[in-house]
């Protein structure tokens, strides 16, 4: 049987040794800083801020032109020209991203 004091988080007994390791952590990750490292986790980030970057705009343009053709009508595809110019505008976003990135190194 169990009792509440061992159903919870498990703690540390020595708080010393914790601050030691919230330390080491703290200068590792400063020591990459300073050396300009990025980790992986970095690149995953851009890389899912580059898909962002280049989505939204081309769902919006996709949206916007399914609306106005459902309302306006014409001879031409509100749908696909503003799917072209959504992803035109995206890479234009994801460009800026990129590049905003690569001048911090």
């Known amino acids: 049987m169990t009792t509440p004091a061992d159903t919870g988080p498990r703690r540390d007994p020595d708080p010393d040794r914790v601050a030691d390791r919230i330390g080491e952590s703290a200068a590792r990750k400063a020591r990459a800083r300073a050396r300009g490292e990025r980790s992986v986790w970095f690149g995953l980030?851009?890389?899912?801020?580059?898909?962002?970057?280049?989505?939204?705009?081309?769902?919006?343009g996709v949206a916007l032109g399914v609306w106005l053709d459902?309302?306006?009508?014409?001879?031409?595809?509100?749908?696909?020209?503003?799917?072209?110019?959504?992803?035109?505008?995206?890479?234009?976003?994801?460009?800026?991203?990129?590049s905003r990135e690569s001048r911090h190194d």
């Open 70 to 98: 459902a309302h306006v009508g014409g001879r031409i595809s509100w749908t696909l020209a503003l799917l072209l110019a959504g992803v035109a505008l995206g890479c234009l976003n994801a460009w800026f991203w990129v």
């Open 45 to 60: 980030g851009m890389f899912g801020l580059v898909g962002w970057a280049v989505a939204i705009p081309t769902l919006a």
